[in-house]
């Protein structure tokens, strides 16, 4: 990713998408009690997810990004659930849109994360994973226990926000209803086809007012664009699921993105 801006330009639309209806409610917390397990393991994973467990095994801090946690630590430990399924036309993605009145990120649309609370756990180990699993069945209603975790990404850095953040993988085994749970902070809960995401057609490269750009996806009524553009970027291109693209094809951002 070259870009260091992470705010997404806004869209509308309330309606949640996906697998099944809106939540009405927050789900139980009781499975993210620190003491549960949890475990990472590809068995049983399809064949087509093999080359993202193998590029996660392999991929190194700065092949993601050149913006990597500060080495005095600081930072706001976080983590983003990027999940993959198995949809209508094939291998998918899980977004969501952040509500246009949020202060921060307002509009853009990202994976299901947030920050680690304390009961997550020990940050350096599994306490990421738990974060992300929380996060995801807090912001979509996703049911945490039909998820396989399969792959942890190198921790990447947020310069804007100061946000330190782990990209957890995950494959989802057991599909749950998802919708948005809370208008306030999600406008609409998504899947994206693989097969959108590497089409050149809906590739593009985001240009901000103070110069800095990055990879952008032009997908479901969604601008993607800023650091979830750039780690899906990233996995496409070390997956080998990347096809050539327009890189010179430039859509312009505002001030407010």
Known sequence: MTHTHTHGTAHNGGQAYGRGPVADRRPARAAFVPEAAIDVTTDGLPDWLD?????????????????????????????????????????????????????????????????????????????????????????????????????????????????????????????????????AETARVFTVPVADLTDPANRATAMHPSGHSGPAFLVESALVWGFTAGVIDRILHYAGWERPWDRARQVPLDWRA
Do not use: C, K, N
């Not at 849109?97 to 994976?111: C, V």
């Not at 399969?150 to 990209?167: A, E, M």
């Open 51 to 183: 080359p993202v467990a193998s590029a996660a095994r392999s991929v190194q801090p700065h092949q993601l990004s050149r913006f990597l946690p500060p080495a005095s630590g600081a930072g706001r430990q976080s983590a983003v659930l990027i999940l993959f399924g198995d949809g209508e036309r094939g291998p998918e993605l899980l977004l969501m849109e952040r509500s246009g009145t949020l202060r921060s990120h307002a509009g853009q649309p990202s994976f299901p994360g947030g920050a680690l609370d304390l009961e997550d756990g020990d940050q350096a180990t599994t306490g990421p994973l738990r974060a992300a699993l929380r996060e995801a069945e807090e912001e979509t209603g996703l049911d945490p226990r039909g998820v396989q975790l399969f792959g942890v990404l190198p921790r990447l850095y947020i310069p804007v926000s100061s946000f330190v953040v782990t990209p957890v993988l995950g494959w989802w085994r057991a599909p749950s209803p998802v919708g948005v749970v809370d208008p």
